[in-house]
């Protein structure tokens, strides 16, 4: 069994409004790729959300007075506080430089995912403006893929929006599933039987976010470039997913 990322070149800096299909179509043909059936793109949540216009500035934005209290404890920016409060179902952690929230989408997550990082709009000192996560990145993902599947006459592809996410027992982000189209996001291996016939019974693997991850340290951090990673080899069948398959009830979440 191979599994193969390989990025996709030539990604021009995105602007609201792109289209991110044809982007996508004509970085696969200058790397030389033609879709196959199976063949999975794995997309930065960054170039996502600048196609659809989610970019902000803060100088627009009104802070309540929750978002005032919310600042001084953390020590952020009221404005930049306000958009995390209006991304967020609720407020879980927060203390001088973090603020940690329930994302609108059902995922936790520092800031509700908001980032300065290599982010620029029209106007306005740059600092000043920042980029909110996709309205509803699975929407998203199904879009893109009905695009490129209409586009490529491919039959099986899957499309999988990801961003970094930190986490409650280990240090450092690693990349997470945010968005998914096409592919599972939970296998569950429950009832097969390992090497020695033990019949497992708890397993159940993230197979969205172990791809995220791995297309991550090929995307990288800061000033690579290369927001599509293209995959072939994808270990489990291919199906209709969302990202609700892995969000962990609360019932079930023992560090709220």
């Given at each position: 069994m191979t599994l193969t990322l390989t990025p996709l070149v030539d990604i021009p800096l995105v602007k609201p409004g792109d289209s991110l299909a044809q982007i996508i179509l004509l970085a696969l043909e200058h790397t030389e790729i033609v879709l196959q059936d199976g063949d999975i793109l794995v997309i930065a949540q960054k170039i996502v959300s600048k196609a659809e216009g989610r970019l902000v500035n803060l100088e627009s934005v009104i802070p309540t007075e929750r978002a005032f209290d919310l600042a001084e404890k953390t020590q952020k920016d009221p404005r930049f506080v306000e958009l995390v409060l209006q991304e967020s179902r609720s407020v879980l952690r927060y203390r001088p430089g973090t603020l940690i929230v329930e994302h609108r989408q059902g995922f936790v997550c520092a800031n509700a995912g908001i980032d300065h990082s290599n982010?620029?709009?029209?106007?306005?000192?740059?600092?000043?403006?920042?980029?909110?996560?996709?309205?509803?990145?699975?929407?998203?993902?199904?879009?893109?893929?009905?695009?490129l599947q209409s586009a490529t006459q491919t039959g099986s592809l899957g499309v999988l929006i990801i961003d970094s996410h930190g986490r409650a027992w280990r240090m450092g982000t690693v990349g997470a599933a945010i968005g998914l189209a096409g592919l599972p996001?939970?296998?569950?291996?429950?009832?097969?039987?390992?090497?020695?016939?033990?019949?497992?019974?708890?397993?159940?693997?993230?197979?969205?976010?172990?791809?995220a991850a791995a297309a991550s340290l090929i995307m990288g951090q800061a000033a690579e470039g290369q927001p599509v990673v293209h995959v072939r080899g994808f270990p489990f069948t291919l199906r209709e997913g969302n990202l609700s398959e892995l969000i962990r009830p609360i019932d079930m979440d023992l560090f709220r």
């Open positions: 982010v620029r709009g029209e106007g306005g000192a740059p600092e000043d403006w920042v980029l909110l996560l996709p309205e509803n990145a699975d929407e998203s993902a199904r879009r893109l893929r009905a695009e996001g939970l296998v569950d291996l429950r009832g097969k039987s390992d090497l020695f016939g033990y019949q497992l019974r708890v397993t159940q693997v993230a197979a969205a976010d172990e791809l």
